[in-house]
């Protein structure tokens, strides 16, 4: 799947692109460097976006397996994480893309690392530059904290972030759990399957995102379309709506994006691409992507989830039809991110298995 037309191989020219990190709320104009040429790529449609209450009958294995085939996307709720924490969450979010720019770059991202301040790491496979901004965090935040708010005492922000990325864990944990079940996979295939995948397990990044008010929303782009590498994300999104879902009908119908209105209280979950190879391609990632608005300045945080970075996930269950023989070789969630930073949309046809290959990796259908 190619999530987005546009997409091009293009490396930005050079790391002192001179808009690479331009003051996005000052800017009265769109620039060359940003505007995006298509973005109507596909309709954008309504569709309501599937609601699942864990702390209701929706969170039915039966009702969870319809979501996942035909949406890989649905919100959250019931889930316990408090509200008065997910608005600590957002502040906290704001408070620190509100700094000025040079504060911000004393934490950015090295380019060879995870965490940190910058531009979407996904910018490299495009010709323009997009509407926002990103602070990924892998671990604990304090050094970054120490160097964003060098006089003031950053237990604020680091406790709001463990906090929020602990009770995440135990929300990925369950449905991640509940997704399994709902495969009707035999005792053993389960027993397979919930290796590495148990929420004592479960690791992840948070990434923060910013998306700040634009002169002119139909020539730009927040974050341009793609699928997370993860199992699942859980995604919090702030009242201001921006998050879009790509949706089929079938493999063959016409493509269309669905938004997704923010619902207060709510989590998005985001089926990611090692879902897709665990689940044989039952439950595949779903494409997304974040569009900006004129008026209000939208923040987002990602709660990016996948097993151990060295654990080697292999496919359970049957392919998924109808395509015939969709299998995965094993791959570990550490090595799947080298690839999707080197093939981008292309890294999960990367590790398919061909049909006539298949030996113990694969699956035989
Ligand atoms: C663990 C990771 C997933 C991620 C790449 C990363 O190393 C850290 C940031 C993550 C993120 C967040 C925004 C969208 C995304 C595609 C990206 O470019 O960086 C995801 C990556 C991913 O899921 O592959
Ligand atoms: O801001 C959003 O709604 C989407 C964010 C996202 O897709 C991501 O962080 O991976
Ligand atoms: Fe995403």
Known sequence: MNPNPTTTTFMLSSPSEPHQHLELESV?????????????DHPTVYEPVPVVDLAGPDASV?????VCESWGAFQVTGHGIRSDLLER?????????????????????????ISGYGLARISCFFSKLM??????????????????WPDANPSRFCDVMQECSDEMKQVAGRVVRLMLLSMGLTPEEMKRAEE???VDQLSAVLQLNSYPPCPD????????????SSLVTLLFQSGTSGLQLLRRQDQHGPARWVTVPPRPGALIVLAGDLLQILTNGRYKSVA????????HH???VAYICGPPPHHKLSPVGKPASPAPCLAYRAVSWADYLGLKAELFDKALASIMVAEDSRGDEGICC
Do not use: C, Y
């Not at 009265?28 to 109507?40: F, M």
């Not at 039966?62 to 319809?66: D, F, G, Q, T």
């Not at 408070?95 to 004393?106: G, H, N, S």
């Not at 997304?288 to 008026?295: E, L, M, T």
């Open 288 to 295: 997304h992507r974040a569009v900006v608005n004129r008026n």
């Open 28 to 40: 009265r104009e769109v620039p060359d460097s940003h505007a995006w040429p298509a973005l109507d």
């Open 196 to 198: 590495g995948t148990r």
């Open 89 to 113: 969450l957002e502040s906290e979010t704001r408070r620190l893309f509100a700094l000025p720019m040079d504060q911000k770059l004393k934490a950015a991202r090295p380019s060879n690392g």
């Open 298 to 300: 939208r923040v987002s």
């Open 131 to 148: 509407w926002s901004e990103g602070f990924t965090i892998s671990g604990s935040p304090l050094d970054h904290a120490l160097k964003l």
């Open 62 to 66: 039966a009702h969870l397996a319809r």
């Open 217 to 228: 929303p139909n020539r730009a782009m927040g974050l341009a379309a793609h699928t997370d």
